[in-house]
């Protein structure tokens, strides 16, 4: 029974990290607003796109065909959704007036966006500006977004709008790009330590191609309505393109929190099996006890003892094996602590809180389990066990 009861213990504590990390992932800011937004990806054939310029052209009539639908309040095109995982990353980049730390480079997650990509995303603008229109390649200056992290990072204490970096070792006035905005923090996925470093590439000015791309689309309407209006939009563009992954951005939000909930339901199952088999366990034990010592507990009563006294001595009995296994689950968790760490979310595995709820929890369900036989013990007659003596 004490060994019931310490597994239990162990797969409570477990259970309750995992409650109060999944409680944190859901109140943290998302950095985003997924209501009412449509998503979807589109992946341009390189056999009929073959050229760069042809591809980023076309994803533009596809930006603007969106921005002119009606009911809708903002659209933009994208590299990729917030938490889905998407790290891309670029080093070795040179920030004016800058040097890196010893051993280490200038890095940060590289992406591809449209000027209304963040509003349809609902990514906020601390500083600056987001992009217009105007960032083209007509543009007298090459321009990127920049995100808050990473503007503490390499300009800290400083406005980031307006500085320089660049990707070449022997950069022309031409090579270097300027901040002109930072946008709010955007983590890879929900359950990420911090953001990372992200720079924003206007789509009409990318260094590199674009064949793929994602689409997010805030709209006043019905849903199903605004994915059928994005259908057709494309479709009208390019009958063979195929429109993949159609759905709402708060599915992607919601499943981005899949695996910690599928963790708790997991632990919190077993959590709930054995505790119920250790109340029985207790059940039983004490039962068998209240059994055995029936003429005890009647001599008991018949010398004056009160039924308090008697309820007070089986749960006492109870009770103590209880805390024996509680006290043995507790240092278990403890030593077992490293292992949860990794599926943990701004909470210890030490966490206070947790362990004193399920020491209390541990002991209360005890208390319940020891006294139904406690109350059994003190129907025991006096008279009967005087004429046994």
């Known amino acids: 029974m004490v060994g019931e009861i310490g597994l239990a213990c162990i797969l409570l504590i477990g259970a309750g990290l995992m409650l109060r990390s999944f409680l944190n992932l859901l109140r ?38 969106l921005q002119q639908l009606p009911g809708v309040r903002a659209a933009g095109l994208g590299t990729d959704l917030p938490w ?37 995303l609902g990514i906020p603008l601390v500083r600056g500006r987001y992009f217009t229109p105007h960032d083209d390649m007509k543009a007298p200056r090459t321009v990127i977004l920049i995100n808050r992290i990473m503007a503490r990072l390499y300009w800290p204490g400083e406005d980031p709008i307006g500085k320089r970096l660049t990707f070449d070792d022997h950069p022309k006035e031409s090579d270097w790009f300027t901040v002109v905005g930072v946008v709010g923090d955007v983590k890879d996925r929900p359950d990420s330590p911090a953001a990372e470093p992200a720079l924003w590439w206007p789509l009409l000015q990318t260094p590199m191609g674009a064949n793929g791309m994602v689409l997010a689309v805030r709209g006043q309407m019905d849903p199903a309505q605004m994915e059928s209006q994005v259908r057709e939009a494309i479709a009208a563009l390019d009958p063979e393109l195929a429109v993949a992954d159609l759905r709402q951005m708060g599915e992607v939000a919601e499943k981005s929190f899949s695996t910690p909930k599928f963790s708790l339901f997991l632990v919190g199952l077993f959590a709930a099996l054995a505790v119920t088999l250790a109340a029985i366990g207790i059940y039983g034990v004490i ?32 009770i103590l094996l209880a805390m024996g296994g509680i006290a043995i689950g507790v240092c278990g968790a403890l030593a077992l602590g490293r292992l949860l760490w990794s599926l943990l979310y701004q909470v210890s595995a030490a966490d206070p809180l947790t362990f004193a709820a399920v020491i209390l929890a541990a002991i209360a369900i005890a208390a319940v389990a020891c006294y139904v036989p406690a109350r059994r013990a003190t129907s025991a007659d006096p008279m009967t066990a005087l004429r046994a003596d």
């Open 287 to 318: 039962s068998y006890s209240v059994s055995q010592r029936t003429h005890e507990f009647g001599l008991r009563l018949a010398l004056g003892a009160r039924p308090g006294d008697v309820i007070r001595q089986v749960m006492g009995q109870g």
């Open 28 to 65: 943290s800011d998302r950095g985003f607003e997924a209501e009412r937004v449509v998503t979807a990806s589109i992946s341009l054939p390189n056999a009929k796109y073959q050229k760069p310029l042809d591809a980023i052209l076309f994803l533009d009539r596809v930006n603007r065909a």
């Open 84 to 120: 889905t995982g998407y790290d891309e990353n670029i080093s070795g980049f040179t920030i004016e007036g800058k040097q890196p730390p010893p051993g280490q480079d200038f890095h940060a997650r590289y992406h591809l966006a449209t000027e209304d990509y963040f509003r349809a």
